[in-house]
């Protein structure tokens, strides 16, 4: 087979296969740990309505056994490695525009990469997203506005 990204090679392995299933992949990821590599793949159930729907273990589980054959057939990556099949969690990462557009209207934690207004971390409802820049609506009633490039890490925040 020919030298394929892997995170490449399991978006497209898996398209179909989420799609007949109702799931989607919500993202994907190879990284090195320590020693180890890893081939993350997060799952979410494909949204229809206003009611949510969650990822089971069982979800995980048929994405797992029919990615890892496909992977022991084709056989993608040389070096060893773990799979991890999972839901993205209620804490999800927000990385890709698709993910920032979806959750306009949920309370989110953003990083910034360098400080604004004396600070690199703000809370608050992610009140909107063009496609380039987000705004966030503190608790507080301020607004901001931060492109895709200014934010080190973003995700959704658990508020119980």
């Known amino acids: 087979m020919a030298k394929v990204k892997i995170t490449d090679y399991t978006r497209d392995t898996l398209a179909g296969f989420l799609a007949e299933n ?7 990821e190879y990284v090195k740990e320590g020693r180890d590599r890893f ?4 799952i979410d159930k494909v ?12 979800d995980c589980e048929l ?11 084709d056989d993608p990556v040389e070096e060893n490695y773990y799979l991890e ?12 525009p698709e993910h920032f ?19 690199k971390e ?4 992610l009140a909107g997203f063009d ?5 966030i609506e503190t608790e507080d009633g301020k607004e901001y506005e931060f492109t895709l490039d200014e934010i080190a890490k973003a995700s959704l925040s658990v508020v119980f």
């Open 39 to 42: 081939l993350r793949v997060y």
């Open 63 to 73: 994405v797992s056994r029919y990615l890892s054959d496909r992977l022991d057939e």
């Open 22 to 28: 109702g799931l989607e992949l919500y993202d994907c």
């Open 85 to 96: 099949v999972s839901s993205p969690g209620m804490d999800r990462k927000l990385s890709r």
């Open 101 to 119: 557009a979806r959750f306009v209207g949920r309370p989110v934690d953003i990083k910034l990469y360098k400080g604004f207004d004396g600070k």
């Open 131 to 135: 496609g380039e820049k987000i705004k």
């Open 47 to 58: 949204q229809t309505g206003e009611e949510e729907s969650f990822i089971s273990t069982d």
């Open 122 to 125: 703000f809370s608050g409802e």
